[in-house]
């Protein structure tokens, strides 16, 4: 049974004092038994015996226990609905104290010559329970009941074996130590339920706990009461019956009302919520549009949440730290969509800023190649055409430099469009070392073709393959050292998916690429820096560009290499 707070002033009914025939009506029936006992001390005459039949009084406490164990499962189910972790607990010991009675009635009328008695461990089981249902933590939660709900099932199975194997075997050999020392457990275990339970509604109005408390004194007071039952069917054994009864009717019916008492409570809290959440909403959004603005919190708006919602001033106080939050976390954002804004802007500045600057550069670049190419044709000693040529290449190399930063911002714009057609490759590989054959010359490389003169056409954009291929070849020639020898490799193979793919391969034997930079290799600038044979530095953009490049055309592009081994990249292009 939960303790439950006290309601809010709005409210003040549940804090009422309780009227004084209440508390002498509940007085009078926990004081019968020890009265009735006392007298039947004091006047041994009153001791009366009213015998009956032992198959009569065993089918009495069998259906007296059966009704127990209905009225436990509804207390159970009830606490269930509620998340009551104190009903729960009481109802699981209510359910196995009246089955340790069922099986201690079918028992021993089995037996010639049972002696009628109630067992003691039945009333231990639920005093026991009682304790543990009064210093339950849990609250009305469904994480903390759905926790303890396995531990109090596995604790009430072990508490009903134990029970019924007390009543069958302990009972039967050693029944006046097993009376004592159940009396004794029982006793002390009310008296610490009745205390926990005095300091729980100490606060609260009594009315509705005086059941569980005079419930708790009953099941004492039974226990206190077969110590003074000297024979059967006296008058303090029937004092001891009717005490179990009525004190466990008593606590079922305490923890049934509570939980009823609670579903309606939460009914009118819901209720009066449903009436005061349109007052809350607007005066909330008037107090963050205030605070967003930097002004304090509306005197106005604290009145009205006093008036109108009833709120305490730590209520309103809490509101307004979470209005604060609110308020602050929307400037925030704002803040946020602001500078993301201002960022897109500046992204958008630099890439026309980047266009523009490499379109004005092309338009020289053209030109100056032309005018090498003039310079090569005329009649020039050695020394000059070398110098002719290494010029040629280098603007050549710039060029397709130009045009590299060109399809990268069309492709991430999302205007990059593929010109595709019939592309033959070993014309295309042929084209590509025709233009770099000065170059390996100058740089003392070789270059193999291994590409098949009976190779299919493919599909693809011949300009942009081409480049990629130059770029592939030039990063070979450019980052190694003299004698290298590269090896361009055309062949077909299945695809995995479906028809055949292309794959170009183009491998040195140079001194290779270090490890922690293959990973990087293929971003922009991730290349960027020494090459792997610190002669020449690279701008990182050219295997940025393949790897777009290879992307549009569906394929994919892949590198494999060893520090002191060369390196491989390799190209598969499906057939499109």
């Not at 209440?22 to 001791?47: E, H, K, Q, R, S």
């Not at 600057?357 to 055409?385: C, M, W, Y």
Request: hydrophobic share 50%; glycine share 6%; with cysteine.
């Amino acid at each position: 049974m939960s303790h439950m707070p006290a309601d809010p002033p709005s409210v003040p009914a549940s804090n009422q004092p309780t009227p004084w025939w209440v508390i002498a009506g509940w007085t009078v029936v926990v004081l019968i038994v020890p009265i009735m006992l006392a007298l039947v001390n004091v006047f041994p005459d009153l001791d009366r015996r009213v015998v009956m039949s032992p198959v009569l009084y065993f089918s009495l406490v069998a259906a007296v226990a059966v009704s127990g164990i209905a009225v436990a499962l509804a207390v159970i189910i009830a606490a269930l609905q509620a998340l009551d972790g104190r009903a729960l607990a009481t109802g699981l010991g209510l359910l196995c104290g009246a089955a340790v009675f069922l099986i201690h009635a079918l028992v021993d009328a089995a037996l010639p010559n049972a002696r009628p008695d109630p067992p003691i461990i039945g009333q231990v089981i639920v005093s026991i329970f009682l304790v543990l249902g009064a210093f339950d933590p849990l609250s009305r939660s469904h994480d903390p009941l759905r926790r303890q709900w396995p531990r109090l099932l596995a604790l009430s199975a072990f508490v009903l074996i134990a029970g019924a194997f007390w009543t069958i075997v302990l009972e039967t050999s050693e029944r006046a130590a097993a009376w004592l020392i159940g009396a004794s457990v029982t006793i002390v275990a009310c008296g610490i339920a009745l205390w926990r339970y005095i300091q729980l509604y100490r606060q609260l109005s009594l009315h509705r706990s005086f059941a569980l408390l005079a419930g708790i004194v009953l099941l004492g007071e039974a226990a206190l009461a077969r110590l003074f039952t000297a024979s059967a069917f006296n008058v303090p054994f029937w004092l001891c019956h009717l005490a179990i009864a009525i004190g466990m009717a008593f606590i079922a019916y305490a923890f049934l009302y509570e939980v009823r008492s609670q579903r309606q409570r939460n009914l009118v809290q819901r209720a009066a919520y449903e009436q005061a959440r349109p007052v809350l909403v607007a005066a909330m959004d008037v107090v963050i549009e205030t605070l967003e603005r930097g002004d304090p919190f509306p005197p106005d708006t604290r009145i009205r949440f006093q008036r109108e919602a009833g709120l305490s001033d730590a209520q309103i106080d809490a509101l307004e730290r979470l209005a604060l939050a609110i308020a602050r976390e929307r400037r925030q954002r704002e803040a946020l969509a602001q500078l993301d804004e201002l960022l897109r802007q500046s992204e958008r500045n630099t890439a026309l800023l980047a266009q523009m600057v490499i379109h004005d550069l092309k338009n020289p670049l053209t030109a100056l190649i032309g005018f090498l190419e003039l310079l090569s044709a005329a009649d020039l000693s050695e020394s000059q055409r070398s110098l002719i040529d290494s010029a040629l290449r280098n603007g050549r190399d710039l060029a397709g430099l130009v045009d590299d930063l060109l399809d990268l911002i069309r492709y991430n714009e999302g205007r990059l469009r593929l010109s595709l057609g019939d592309v033959s490759l070993p014309v295309l590989c042929a084209e590509c070392a025709d233009e770099l054959a000065g170059w390996l010359l100058y740089e003392s490389k070789t270059l193999i073709l291994d590409v098949s003169p009976t190779l299919p056409l493919i599909r693809a954009d011949a300009r942009i393959l081409k480049r990629i291929l130059l770029n592939l070849l030039s990063n070979a020639i450019k980052h190694t050292s003299r004698g290298t020898l590269i090896t361009l490799r055309v062949w077909r193979e299945p695809h995995p998916d479906r028809g055949e793919q292309t794959v170009i391969e183009v491998a040195d034997t140079g001194p290779g690429i270090p490890p922690e930079r293959i990973e990087r290799l293929f971003e922009p600038f991730g290349a960027a820096g020494e090459s792997r044979s610190r002669r020449q530095s690279s701008t990182g953009l050219g295997l940025a560009f393949c790897k777009m490049a290879v992307t549009a055309h569906g394929g994919t592009i892949e590198v494999s290499s060893f520090p002191g081994d060369g390196a491989t990249f390799r190209i598969r292009l499906p057939d499109l």
